[in-house]
């Protein structure tokens, strides 16, 4: 697909834009837990005039409505909740399909750009005269059964509530635009939308409860669950710069050799090369080594060379001028140039103005970070999410293989800050049911027709998803699985279509199938 030069223009600004969100969340959030979090991507809220297929002019998107949703599915009796949502009907034709989705772990408000045909859910209600509708995640941002996020409240905060809450809203909402009263899913096609978790919870949802939702698009969906994600970093590795990659292997293998022999002073030495002495535990300090690979997965392929992952790569591998060779190089370069990296660019653009414990540390449980306990902390209800059904804690890999994240990290370095986060929950240091999640809502054995997967060769959840390597899931016309050469729920996006031309074949499969699977479509049918 081509690209003129008047988009490549607009693709540019919408780039910046999207890397600015990222750093603007961020910086709510310092603490390495945030960093690791399969989020899906932020762009811009369009600011035009939206108006309906007769002219009307339309409330602005940014418009929130609110539902009244169950604050628990399984006892009425405890009442509801105010849910928010956000709508665009822009291409909405009497009998055309309702798509709804939920970012999932995060505070919708700034999502609203994904009601829009700039991202695939609106493509696809601009297709087939559909209405788009975005949906907070219980718990997250300002849609909470309880005025805080204690241990207790957070008991309602299960992958079973979620895919309840998205049954009862498509069946009982009256929406706000007209004939609003009349498109419960036996009236009108519900097709469900994900990204990452929320592609997981696509699809565990039309495994848990069939029969609601006609079809199903779901963007790197990590379904299978697991407690050492190990993997996260394995497209990093493979698809980084091989001279970044080696250089990165050569200081990590020297920080784990110095840990198992017990080398305290060198440790030392080496954190405070990056400007990191103040951190107690080596742990944390392997922790914040990570911070690099993590930015990772905020590029998208409309970004490049000018992102902050490659900036960190070319502080490490161009030296006078010279760009290294694949071998890197060497260990003695790598650390001085990383460390330099840290002390004159990283730790700001991270940590801000905190000292290095507030921003870095996880071992002291009084810290605000675990005991802060208000409402619109993603940060602690996605770790409510991790330490008891979904894991994914991001480690070093087994001995063997390559390592750009060291060994130090293991799931136990997770699990210790699920109890400095929730003591009244776990008296000791949990493991994440992962086996129940994967067996109760499928997990890679996920069959259910009209489901449409995408997803990124380059994506670090790839390894979650049905496309992890040696799974080799069949494509069938039933359930499609598709992927393209893109990173994190890339395919979501529309201008990545213009990029990307494997993103465009992606979207353009998914389209043809909607409206196929769509023609299928019966009153009553749901």
């Not at 963007?219 to 394995?234: C, K, L, P, R």
């Not at 804690?393 to 400095?420: D, F, H, K, L, W």
């Not at 990029?499 to 499969?509: N, S």
């Amino acid at each position: 697909m081509s690209c003129d030069p008047t988009l490549q223009l607009v693709i540019k600004m919408w780039a910046l834009m999207s890397l600015l969100l990222v750093g603007i969340a961020r910086a709510a959030i310092p603490n390495s837990m945030s960093r690791g979090m399969p989020s899906v991507p932020k762009i811009p809220v369009p600011e035009r005039l939206f108006t309906s297929p007769n002219g009307t002019i339309l409330p602005n998107i940014t418009t929130t409505y609110y539902f009244d949703q169950l604050r628990d599915h399984n006892n009425i009796n405890l009442g509801t909740f105010k849910q928010r949502y956000w709508m665009d009907w822009e291409f909405y034709e009497p009998g055309g399909p309702i798509i709804l989705n939920t970012p999932g772990e995060a505070n919708a408000d700034g999502y609203q750009g994904y009601v829009t045909n700039d991202t695939i859910n609106g493509l696809i209600a601009q297709q087939q005269k559909g209405a788009a509708i975005v949906i907070e995640h219980r718990f997250f941002g300002f849609s909470n059964p309880y005025d805080n996020l204690t241990s207790q409240s957070l008991a309602l905060l299960t992958v079973q509530q979620a895919i309840d809450d998205l049954v009862y809203f498509a069946t009982t909402v009256n929406l706000p635009m007209s004939g609003g009263d009349a498109v419960k899913p036996s009236q009108a096609p519900w097709i469900l939308v994900g990204g990452s978790y929320g592609g997981a919870l696509t699809s565990y949802t039309m495994v848990n409860k069939p029969g609601i939702f006609w079809a199903g698009y779901l963007s790197s969906a990590i379904v299978e669950t697991t407690i050492d994600y190990y993997g996260y970093f394995t497209p990093i590795r493979e698809y980084m710069p091989q001279n970044c990659s080696s250089d990165i292997q050569a200081v990590i293998t020297y920080l784990d050799g110095m840990y198992a022999a017990k080398d305290t002073a060198g440790i030392k030495t080496l954190q405070e090369t990056f400007g990191l002495g103040g951190l107690d535990h080596v742990a944390d300090f392997a922790t914040a080594l990570q911070y690099n690979l993590w930015d990772w997965q905020d590029l998208d392929p409309s970004t490049g060379p000018d992102s902050i992952f490659y900036e960190f790569c070319d502080a490490l591998e161009v030296k006078d001028g010279v760009n290294a060779g694949p071998e890197g190089w060497g260990v003695d370069h790598a650390i001085r140039s990383w460390g330099n990296f840290w002390n004159t660019t990283y730790y700001r653009y991270n940590c801000h103005d905190q000292d290095v414990q507030t921003c870095l540390g996880t071992f002291d449980p009084t810290a605000n970070y675990f005991t802060n306990i208000t409402v619109n902390n993603a940060n602690r209800s996605w770790l409510w999410m991790v330490c008891n059904q979904i894991g994914f804690y991001q480690t070093g890999p087994p001995e063997g293989q390559p390592a750009i994240v060291s060994r130090i990290i293991q799931p136990s370095y997770g699990e210790r800050q699920c109890v400095n986060m929730f003591p009244e929950a776990f008296a000791y240091p949990p493991q994440p049911a992962t086996a129940e999640t994967n067996a109760m809502y499928a997990g890679w054995n996920v069959n259910v027709p009209r489901l449409f997967f995408a997803n990124g060769l380059r994506d670090p959840w790839r390894g979650g998803t049905v496309s992890a390597d040696g799974l080799n899931k069949p494509n069938t016309t039933s359930m499609p699985i598709y992927m393209s050469d893109g990173f994190h729920c890339s395919d979501m996006l529309s201008y990545d279509n213009g990029i990307d031309p494997t993103i465009a074949v992606v979207q353009e499969a998914a389209l043809r199938y909607m409206k196929e699977w769509l023609a299928e479509w019966k009153p009553g049918n749901s």
